[in-house]
């Protein structure tokens, strides 16, 4: 009974699910390839010949009860975060003196109550949760690359000690915060957790025990089969990948001995019921329909919306400068003129303004006067006519360049008038007198949608 069809795809596979990770049941399936998986499947010897049954090579039950056929096959389903102790822990944690923290402590009673139950359920596959030392040394130690003599660069030393696990939070303590929210003097590590993106995972290893039967619980012979990670957002990512369809995964192991092993993981998790999908349907209704007005409620109720068939004009522009006038001190007086039918604007809108004072900077052969001066108006057009030729007038904008002198005498400039464009950009004012004054425009038009946009002039 051969395998010819070995899976060599050892890399990870991501995938994301909606449902609480501690529905996850993984079944794996764990079996050493010997001489003896051939015998079993050999013909029976014909009677009359004279020949040896091949039963009779088969290995006999030991002292302990078991046989080694029935040790080197083993079929174990893991839940997630389910802790499964090795031979190496059982050992370990029999002796009270080798438990150092609360965990250990609490590994020793499980095991001691595993003893004087039915006993273990596994004998060499077992688990590494996101809570035991394993896990932590596993993430510092990990390699970047597949090369076998790989060195570390700055960045990966750097990186080893930023955990993406989940962490201990308090906030909150007796309904003060706990935590500063300036530090004055950082520490290393918080810096390194600081300016790293860390997202929060919680790590799970399934391990097996390949030693030689007989012994059992030596850290050489333990082998990663699967490693889970979950991360808040529901994202799963296995590695090696759900065998499925494919053939099995294939360990040899390294020593005296060279053992071939092979072993299966599969998704077991039990499906949910119509009925609790309906459940969760509505409860993932009920969430969007608060969420929806969670968001109504930071609009409230001030948010004007427009009037069906009427047109709101939003202009934002800012007098920019003006150049190519003959003397200093220069300011602009303007005014939007809104055209007689069907426009309008608020009471308290404000359509003209006058800039400050400015003196002319020398640039090349002219003299620039910078205002950098802004101003905001809004207006509405109420749209009676529905026919294609009815095209609404737009409104005007007239400016008019005055100049101060020393004896506080105005002078007219220049002047100019330019339609509102429709698109944002810049502007250039230019009337009979052959000099201009620049404008910048942003320009929104808004509909009974409500939806500004944007163009350029």
């Not at 994202?235 to 990948?241: E, L, Y």
């Not at 904008?397 to 101060?404: A, K, R």
């Amino acid at each position: 009974m051969a395998e010819t069809a070995w899976s060599t795809d050892t890399g990870e596979a991501v995938y994301r699910s909606r449902d609480p990770v501690r529905n996850l049941r993984l079944r794996v399936h764990l079996q050493r390839i010997t001489s003896s998986n051939y015998f079993r499947y050999q013909p029976a010897a014909q009677p009359g010949k004279d020949l040896i049954d091949l039963a009779t090579f088969r290995p006999q039950p030991t002292a302990s009860g078991h046989r080694p056929d029935e040790d080197e096959e083993e079929e174990v389903v893991i839940g997630w975060q389910e802790k499964l102790f090795s031979q190496f822990e059982v050992d370990l944690y029999q002796n009270e003196a080798a438990c150092q923290s609360p965990l250990d402590h609490q590994y020793r009673q499980e095991i001691l109550k595993l003893e004087d139950s039915d006993g273990r359920k596994n004998r060499r596959i077992f688990t590494y949760t996101d809570s035991d030392r394993y896990t932590n040394l596993e993430e510092h130690c990990q390699k970047m690359t597949t090369a076998a003599s790989e060195i570390p660069s700055f960045l990966v030393e750097r990186m080893a000690n930023v955990r993406r696990r989940r962490q201990d939070r308090r906030g909150m303590e007796g309904g003060i915060l706990k935590s500063r929210v300036v530090t004055w003097e950082p520490s290393e590590e918080f810096v390194r957790n600081s300016h790293v993106i860390n997202t929060p995972l919680q790590t799970m290893y399934i391990m097996a025990d390949l030693g030689p039967y007989g012994k059992l619980g030596y850290k050489k012979y333990e082998h990663v089969l699967c490693t889970l990670k979950v991360d808040s957002n529901g994202v799963i990512t296995v590695k090696p990948d759900f065998t499925g369809l494919k053939g099995p995964y294939r360990i040899e192991t390294e020593g005296e001995k060279q053992e071939l092993w092979k072993y299966t993981i599969d998704n077991v998790s039990s499906l949910a019921q119509p009925e609790e999908e309906e459940r969760e349907q509505r409860v993932f209704k009920d969430l969007y329909s608060r969420h929806k007005e969670y968001l109504s409620s930071l609009v409230g109720t001030d948010f004007e919306m427009t009037v069906p068939g009427a047109l709101r004009l939003f202009v934002n522009g800012e007098v920019v400068s003006a150049q190519g006038y003959e003397y200093d001190n220069l300011y602009v007086h303007f005014f939007v003129e809104l055209p007689a039918t069907n426009w309008s604007s608020p009471a308290f809108q404000q359509l003209s303004g006058i800039t400050q004072t400015c003196a002319t900077k020398s640039l090349g052969m002219d003299k620039v006067a910078y205002f950098s001066y802004p101003f905001t108006f809004e207006a509405s057009f109420l749209h009676k006519d529905e026919s294609d030729d009815a095209l609404p007038a737009w409104p005007v904008l007239y400016c008019e360049v005055l100049s101060l002198d020393f004896w506080q005498r105005y002078r007219v400039e220049g002047y100019g008038a330019a339609v509102l464009p429709a698109t944002p950009g810049p502007s250039w004012s230019q009337g009979p007198c052959g000099r201009g004054c620049g404008v910048c425009w942003t320009v929104w038009r808004g509909s009974a949608s409500r939806v500004p946009f944007t163009t350029c002039w």
